[in-house]
């Protein structure tokens, strides 16, 4: 019987576990713009069991991953518990899941894709809903730095109103709150009364953005258990709902 199913899908010849690790291989693939690597390995034992959506669990990673909307990661990884899924939706190409589950995840960003998604038209567009001293700010050249000391430095030259350009330069740590929310914390500014002043004020904007509802796929939500900083990269070690496969948002 398992041999007949499987003999009439999309990939003939191939074992079950590892025909509908292609497929949701491919369904991973279609959230991301881009990815350089990304291998998605699913576990049932016995085999057979798939047939009724019985699976032990799969194991998710991605490297060089770009969303649609330009933010960048370097290095995703997810590890779901086991669930039941639709294996009639497989059949079709698609991931349909039976029940909701859970899953562990590590997620690294470094230094350059941080820098890459900040000057992104998508988070550029967040930051300039800010205005100071009722003036509109423009943000050119920002920069995001992971130092040896755990600190993360940010610089932009931000133009307000008819103003020169003023070049801000803050120092912080990172941080999560109540598990949703990132936050750089301990900040420093450099500069004089008007960079601080600016700085300060960007800052409180760009945490008030960093809640991880805004960045989860459609059908998750996440949870930050840990952060760890180290040179030129940041992990962050959590967990996941996941209510249904997820979908791009548009």
């Given amino acids: 019987m398992m041999s007949a199913v499987l003999g009439s899908l999309p990939f003939p010849g191939q074992g079950g576990d590892r025909v509908v690790s292609k497929v949701v291989s491919g369904a991973i693939a279609a959230l991301f713009k881009r990815t350089?690597?990304?291998?998605?390995?699913v576990r049932a034992e016995p085999v057979a069991k798939l047939?009724?959506?019985?699976v032990d669990g799969f194991d998710f990673v991605g490297k060089g991953l770009q969303m649609y909307n330009g933010l960048r990661i370097a290095c995703m990884e997810f590890y779901v518990d086991a669930v039941a899924i639709d294996f009639s939706a497989i059949l079709s190409g698609q991931v349909k899941l039976r029940q909701p589950t859970k899953a562990s995840m590590r997620v690294v960003l470094s230094q350059e894709d941080l820098t890459t998604s900040f000057n992104t038209p998508f988070v550029v567009e967040k930051l300039e809903r800010l205005q100071y001293q009722g003036q509109p700010l423009i943000f050119r050249n920002?920069?995001?730095?992971?130092?040896?000391?755990?600190?993360?430095?940010?610089?932009?030259?931000v133009t307000h109103g008819e103003e020169d350009p003023m070049n801000l330069d803050m120092t912080a740590e990172v941080d999560v709150i109540d598990r949703r929310k990132i936050q750089f914390i301990n900040v420093k500014h450099n500069g004089d009364e008007s960079a601080v002043a600016l700085g300060t004020s960007l800052m409180d904007h760009v945490n008030s953005m960093l809640d991880l509802e805004r960045f989860a796929l459609d059908g998750m939500q996440l949870w930050v258990d840990r952060i760890r900083v180290q040179t030129q990269q940041i992990i962050l070690y959590g967990t996941a709902q996941v209510n249904q496969f997820p979908s791009r948002r548009s």
Avoid: F, I, K, P
């Fill in 36 to 41: 350089e690597q990304l291998d998605a390995t």
């Fill in 142 to 157: 920002t920069q995001m730095s992971v130092n040896e000391d755990r600190s993360v430095t940010l610089t932009s030259q």
């Fill in 51 to 54: 047939l009724q959506g019985s």
